[in-house]
């Protein structure tokens, strides 16, 4: 549904142009049954190409957050554009969850 790569232990999910309430719900359910259910503990979103994510998205983004880490796992964002950075901060998501600048930050954090 949404391109995405397997990088050692992380999926790494790659949306493009928006991310909000009319893709949002159909993204968080494909994570879901596609990874979540799958048992995979390291998901990241690359949000290079995204250009806006409403609060319904931010929502969906701390849901999969939540799932993860009951699961001992953990959810990261990859390269936010600066709008996107910015929405991050004010919302201070970036203290929930790690923004990083690349895969490689990744797989040095969980090894």
């Known amino acids: 549904m949404f391109p995405f790569s397997l990088v050692d232990e992380v999926v790494v999910l790659r949306p493009t142009g928006s991310l909000d309430i009319s893709n949002a719900p159909a993204f968080k359910e494909w994570v879901s049954d596609t990874f979540l259910d ?3 503990k390291y998901i990241a979103v690359d949000l290079s190409e995204v250009e806006a994510m409403d609060s319904y998205a931010l ?3 701390i849901s ?3 799932h993860l880490r009951m699961r001992e796992g953990m959810l990261f964002l ?3 554009r600066d709008a996107m ?3 991050i ?3 201070s998501l970036d203290r929930i969850i790690p923004v990083v600048g690349s895969v490689n930050d990744i797989l040095e954090r969980i090894k």
């Open 78 to 80: 990859i390269s936010p």
């Open 85 to 87: 950075k910015r929405i």
């Open 38 to 40: 799958s048992g995979k």
């Open 89 to 91: 901060e004010m919302t």
């Open 64 to 66: 999969l957050y939540k």
């Open 59 to 61: 929502g969906v983004l």
